[in-house]
């Protein structure tokens, strides 16, 4: 029923927007308008009256917080769980979660209160056990599992991995006060909305599911249990913390590398070190920052979700001007631009042959508009790469009859030709290719729009699938036809990468536009049975990647370890499409997400909603504008260019030639030192580094340093991941004639392609 990591957003004033890979059945929504998102906190609360609240499309809660399916007789029992980090000192009581106004959890002084309320003796009693309250200003995950029976009831609760006692009711099961809320889940605050014991810090992940059975820990997804023991053969000591020596290299490069249940560390890592990337994936790293355009029905209803069912006249641009998008995105530094062409309402913005949705449909051109094609044509003649976004879910096939309707998987013969289609002697003479591939009916219909704007569009140089529902009933559920659709897509694209739910880019986690820390491109992955690729640990660990990480995955079940680099996506402003109340985010804003993706390891998307004229906003071009001059400001005439670079390894003057395709490599695993000379004492504040991704992603840890005046050196600052760029930040400028970067860790050796010095110009 729920699930959601806060990578979504308040986009429609305090309805939260749920995010791709992110479950919602139902509303979810804040209190009072003052909680936020941090992309790295998750939802942060102020405690008072803070918090979030979320109604179930499916009640999980009547008179004593059972299902309106459910029967008498037959009990439905539920999991809530939250992960929560608390910060400062907690009011008394400051809840963490509750439940229909009967079941809570909640700081009361120092001890964690948990348990539910009942009606016994004409009154209501509180149920419940307490705890040493967990530790303000650390990570914690707490999970409630509640199991009503005959005459009662049992919580069972779990907090960081620890199991605690169990609260038992045989007086009844919970209930709540007469005109309370029943199917609220609160998060963060009490159920009424009124109450002001709400908790101050900040919740980074909350699940809700209905129990298919007897509870068994097995049922929750957040708790990471303790292994009682260490089992024979497992990693422990060094090869568990990631401190044991490095194995030497010994697999042949690969995008992809299998991996086995037990598989030892030092394995792990000589396969991590042994990924590289498609020549496809190279090309969109290299890139930095790409551009969304949320453009369709939504720009005219102002909705974020749609309905499928809007009338197709209601798509009215007064004055589409794909040349302004166009230039406006180049000149802002821009390579390449996403075109949403269908969202989850199904609208889609070329003629298709396959859907009466459409803007054939439409009385805009008479029918005759065509907004892809003039994307496509506008992008490419002012030298941008072209991408398109297909959503999975599509709710006008699913009033159709067409999107979950239960039509077997048999092997389809694609394109599907339509009465009169103008296709029909190209395919038979074989001018235009036939595919034959596996899908249902719906995904068929995918297949059919893909082979239209791939062949007739082209070329593309990205396929966007979301992993968001839209608006399509929970119970309503269409198996993708994912690997068709890629097989396909490999076929007439073969440049294209597949983003998001696709092999090529994932998703980073959140639509913040932020990266982790220490972002990798290596991760631990498993297929799904669709053909999808997924995460091992889930997209919104805060780890996917390091020694330990691997581990973790590889105990998750991962299957494989896979070269898969992060995308960030963030909107200009707060909705992915046009709403005219609401403004771009500041220049500030905007420059610190810049250094928190692209200075990652990320490639940030960037969406830039054009408003119902069928433009990029005057406002939101004049912010794109003073974005880019901000960041040619901060970051001007690389100062290294000139520098004399010695070190051990080879070729250190290669990371300041600028050239494509040469770089300095290190002497060997977790070692390597590069100074760099300047011809006088410079300021400096910001350092980029870039590894050469042709040789891997191999740099853990190292340091940056300046001589300290008495012949030895200085940190100025500690680097950990580079990957395919990263900017640091020093946290006061220095004036210096030299600056030395020493590797203190690493999978391989370190090809290092560039070191960059800047200083902004006042």
Known sequence: MLDVSFGGSFSAGDAYTAATGETMAGALTRRTGAESIDAEHGAVLHGGADGLAFVPAAPVSGGRLQRPFVVEAAFTAIVVEAAVTSTGRQGSPATVLAVGGALFARYAGNQLQYGFSVLAGGGRTDVSRTVAAPAAGGPHVLSLAYEPGDGGATLHAFLDGDRLPD???????????????????????????????????????????????????????????????????????????????????????????????????????????????????????????TAFLHFGMNTFTGQEWGTGTEDPDLFAPRDLDTDQWARTLRDSGFELAILVVKHHDGFVLYPSRHTGHSVASSAWRGGAGDVLREFVNSMHSHGLKAGVYLSPADENQYHDGVYANGSARTRRTIPTLVDGDDRAARVADGSLPTFHLTADDYGTYMLDQLYEVLTEYGPIDQVWFDGAPGRIPPDAVEPYDFASWYSLIRSLAPRAVISVTGPDVRWVGNENGVARQNEWSVLPTVTRADGAPDYALGFAAPDQGSDAALLAGRDAGATELSWWPAECDVSLRDGWFFHPDQAPKSVARLVDLHHRSVGRNAVLLFNVPPDTDGRINAADGTRLAEWQAELHRLMPADLARGARVTGDGSSPGAVVDGRDGSDWTAPGPDTGTLTLTLPAATRIERVVLAEDLRHGQQLVRAVLEEPDGAGGWSAVATVGTVGARRIVVLDRPIDTDAIRLRVLGSRAAVHLHRISLYCAES
């Open 167 to 289: 609260a038992v009711s045989t007086a009844g099961a919970a209930s709540w006060a007469p005109g309370a809320p029943g199917s609220t889940v609160s998060l963060g605050s009490e159920v009424s909305p009124g109450g002001a014991g709400g908790l101050a810090g900040s919740v980074r992940r909350v699940r809700l599911a209905a129990l298919p059975g007897p509870f068994t820990a097995a049922d929750l997804a957040l708790q990471r249990f303790r292994p009682a023991a260490t089992r024979a053969g497992a990693d422990a000591g060094p090869a568990a913390r990631g401190t044991a020596p490095r194995a030497a290299a010994k697999y042949a490069p690969a995008q992809r590398l299998a991996i086995t249940p037990g598989e030892p560390l030092n394995s792990l890592v000589a396969k991590a070190s042994a990924l590289r990337p498609s020549q496809r994936q190279l090309d969109w790293q290299r890139l930095g920052r």
